[in-house]
Nanobody, 127 residues
Framework: QVQLVESGGGSVRAGGSLRLSCAAS????????VGWFRQGPGKEREGVAI????????YYADSVKGRFTLSQDNAKKTFYLQMNRLKPEDTAMYYC????????????????????WGQGTQVTVSS
């Protein structure tokens, strides 16, 4: 069973940076989609940054392009989300999620294909 544990959230002022980490256990290397979703107050959960671990294809939400970067360390089975130039509207609970192994190369930004979820880490950006 895949387990995902997020860390790295916190409070920061607008313009600041944070790096989130997602450590995977019970995880077999192989092509799947792994990414970060977020849910802000009163908002629906949305896909923010996603990578296909086999093909390397990525997805970034328009709202974070140029500011957020997702990376992976295959040896450590850890995924990172570097968040720069943070804005108050980035305030949300951030979740790491993964699909089952051998997923198609085009990763979806909707929640439904993602079977495994972490507990989330809170990011708060003040103005």
């Amino acid at each position: 069973q895949v387990q995902l544990v997020e860390s790295g959230g916190g409070s920061v002022r607008a313009g600041g940076s944070l790096r989130l980490s997602c450590a995977a256990s019970g995880y077999t290397n192989g092509g799947r989609c792994v990414g970060w979703f977020r849910q802000g107050p009163g908002k629906e959960r949305e896909g923010v940054a996603i990578i296909h671990t086999g093909f390397g294809s990525t997805y970034y939400a328009d709202s974070v392009k140029g500011r957020f970067t997702l990376s992976q360390d295959n040896a450590k089975k850890t995924f990172y989300l570097q968040m720069n130039r943070l804005k108050p509207e980035d305030t949300a609970m951030y979740y790491c999620a993964a699909t089952p192994i051998w997923s198609p190369p085009l990763c979806s930004a909707s929640q439904s294909p993602y079977k495994y979820w972490g507990q989330g880490t809170q990011v708060t950006v003040s103005s």
